[in-house]
Structure formats: structure tokens, C-alpha cells
Nanobody, 123 residues
Framework: EVQLQAFGGGLVQAGGSLRLSCAAS????????IGWFRQAPGKEREQVSC????????YYADSVKGRFTISSDNAVNTVYLTMDSLKPEDTAVYYC????????????????WGQGTKVTVSS
């Protein structure tokens, strides 16, 4: 079965950094896209980044470009999201999810989701 676990959330002051990890199992890692999503209280879930494992292509939402970096360690089926220069507006529960073949835009096309990890950025 497909399993995803997100780790690394916490409390950080504005301007600080965190690195989130998504540990995946139960599927052929290289044949999928792994996305990071976030949902803040009262807001819709949004995709912040994604990596297509087969070719390494990446996507970043405009709101995080230049601050967040997505990467993968294929040997251990793990995707990371390095979050720098964090802002209070980055506060949300962050989820990782897997899609068939490659990354897809939005939240549709992602069949499996982890439970999420909470990131809180204080002003």
C-alpha cells in the first residue's frame, strides 16, 4: 500500500528556516510526482511545490519562489521541502501527496496524501 509521512513542522520566527521531509513507500518512486501542499485555517488547500521524480522537473508557487526548495533523495524514497525566509503567511498544515507519472497542477490528480505537519511562523 502507498504510505506517505510528513515530518519537520514546528514553530519558527519570521525569517527563519525549516526543512520538511516526506517519506514514501509502497510504490515505484521514480514513476510519480511528489507534491507539497499547505492549508491555512479558513483557506483552501494549495500546491506550493512539486517534483517529478523521473526527470527532476520542479514547480513552485509564486508565493514561495526564491524561498522554498524542493529536492529528493531517491535512494531512500524521500522528498524534502527546504523553507527559508519564512513569513507569517506561510503558517499552515503542510501535506505531501503522490500523483501518477508526474506532477500535476492544483490539488487534483494526487491519489494519496500524508497526514500533514504543522508549520507556525510567528511575527
Amino acid at each position: 500500500e502507498v504510505q506517505l509521512q510528513a515530518f519537520g513542522g514546528g514553530l519558527v520566527q519570521a525569517g527563519g528556516s525549516l526543512r520538511l521531509s516526506c517519506a514514501a513507500s509502497g510504490f515505484t518512486f521514480e514513476d510519480h510526482g511528489i507534491g507539497w501542499f499547505r492549508q491555512a485555517p479558513g483557506k483552501e488547500r494549495e500546491q506550493v511545490s512539486c517534483i517529478s521524480i523521473n526527470d527532476g522537473s520542479t514547480y513552485y508557487a509564486d508565493s514561495v519562489k526564491g524561498r522554498f526548495t524542493i529536492s529528493s533523495d531517491n535512494a531512500v524514497n524521500t522528498v524534502y521541502l527546504t523553507m527559508d525566509s519564512l513569513k507569517p503567511e506561510d503558517t499552515a498544515v503542510y501535506y505531501c501527496a503522490v500523483a501518477q507519472s508526474r506532477c500535476w497542477s492544483g490539488t487534483y490528480g494526487y491519489d494519496y496524501w500524508g497526514q500533514g505537519t504543522k508549520v507556525t511562523v510567528s511575527s
